[in-house]
């Protein structure tokens, strides 16, 4: 079997709900990221073998084939585009590099999209004369009423459940746009799109704005904020996924090795901690003890699930998010997966050989996405 290597990763910028993408449509988006790629590896349009991007929002359809054509990939690559919530991106990702590792393909463009401000609004057929169609906001992640609650909810049973207190939720979030305003990502990390060339949400966020902030959901222990639940946004990332022989080909200088990778299952009443085990098993069957993990990249949709997966996980948190997380950019759903695979990939850039990064990401409904990767 052939091994998978990750040789080129671009995003746009993230920016919040109804900012500067409220008009880039969500194809668009990702056709920025993947002509970045594609030049920045010089690969031939026609030597793609696929297109994978998560997506969650778009309302049906193949945006990832839209994205393809509209990025000037020839007609014969074929596109898909998979479902997984947040999980879709990063496990986009992986499914390329099964494709590469079973010998199946040579060239994989993975990742993920979103876009917030161009979502469709949902709403169900009526059921027969006279009633009103129903408007809804989300589709059932568990078939059990009473195990599928709201994220935010939820969030805030985790923070109460694993006693992560609402200070060490505001800590986290502060650390979070510290680093993203210290570490910002650049030109060769980020394609500028519709004038943006950074992230946008960043900010110089304080103690005593966060001990300000009403609970969206819990009690004054253990309550999340405004502060401590990424914003909804929009956004695109990219990876290319090739062979051994297809890096070699390239000349790629500083190719990223998959390890391995995980998905898992788990309860859907307690969806955060999910990527606990899918990390500790790809761990586990790799040999590999948590502290050797110099690079983690663990999704913050909210500051309690992020803690509770890095205290589980058992990654030392000066590795974690070194150029912040979701809580300071963003959560573009489908994409966000797939942005953490491509801040791996650049903070892993500058590392020795030989270190060991993780990106791991929890789902709606219980799910848990983690790969491991080595320079």
């Known amino acids: 079997m052939s091994a998978a290597y990750l040789v080129a990763a671009r995003r746009t910028a993230v920016a ?3 900012g500067a993408f409220k008009a880039v449509e969500v194809d668009e988006l990702a056709a920025a990221a993947i002509m970045a790629v594609m030049a920045d ?3 031939a349009a026609a030597a793609i073998d696929d297109v994978i991007l998560g997506n969650a929002l778009y309302g049906g359809g193949n945006p990832a084939r839209l994205a393809a054509l509209r990025a000037g990939l020839p007609d014969h690559v074929p596109a898909l585009t998979i479902d997984g919530q947040c999980c879709g991106g990063l496990d986009a ?3 390329a ?3 590469i ?4 393909a040579d060239a994989v463009i993975a990742g993920g999209v979103e876009s917030f401000s161009r979502a469709p609004l949902r709403s169900r057929r009526p059921r027969h004369a006279g009633e009103a169609p129903q408007p809804y906001d989300r589709p059932p992640f568990a078939p059990w009423p009473e195990r599928d609650p709201d994220m935010i909810a939820a969030a805030a049973t985790l923070a109460e459940r694993y006693g992560i207190s609402r200070a060490r939720q505001d800590e986290f979030a502060i650390l979070s746009h510290r680093k993203a305003l210290q570490n910002q990502a650049g030109a060769d990390e980020i394609v ?3 004038g943006l ?3 946008a949400f960043p900010r110089a966020l304080t103690a005593a704005v966060c001990a300000r902030l009403a609970p969206l959901a819990g009690d004054a222990a253990f309550g999340v904020t405004r502060a401590t639940v990424a914003v909804e946004a929009d956004a695109a990332a990219v990876l ?4 051994e022989r297809m890096a070699r080909r390239l000349g790629v200088r500083w190719p990223l090795r998959i390890v391995s990778t995980a998905r898992r299952g788990g309860d859907p009443a307690m969806p955060g901690t999910a990527p606990i085990a899918a990390a500790q098993s790809l761990l586990a069957a790799e040999n590999i003890a948590p502290a050797r993990i110099a690079v983690a990249e663990i999704m913050e949709a909210f500051a309690a699930q992020a803690i509770a997966c890095v205290d589980g996980i058992g990654v030392s948190l000066s590795a974690v998010n070194r150029g912040g997380g979701a809580l300071a950019r963003g959560h573009p759903i489908g994409a966000s997966g797939a942005i953490l695979a491509v801040r791996l990939w650049h903070e892993m850039q500058a590392q020795p050989a030989g270190t060991l990064g993780l990106a791991a990401i929890a789902a709606a409904g219980g799910l848990g996405s983690a790969l491991l990767a080595t320079v």
């Open 240 to 243: 290319l996924v090739v062979s």
């Open 41 to 43: 590896t010089g690969i």
């Open 97 to 99: 590099a099964e494709r």
């Open 16 to 18: 919040p709900r109804g």
């Open 192 to 194: 500028s799109l519709a």
């Open 197 to 199: 060339a950074h992230d």
């Open 101 to 104: 590792i079973g010998g199946g």
């Open 93 to 95: 990702v992986m499914l």
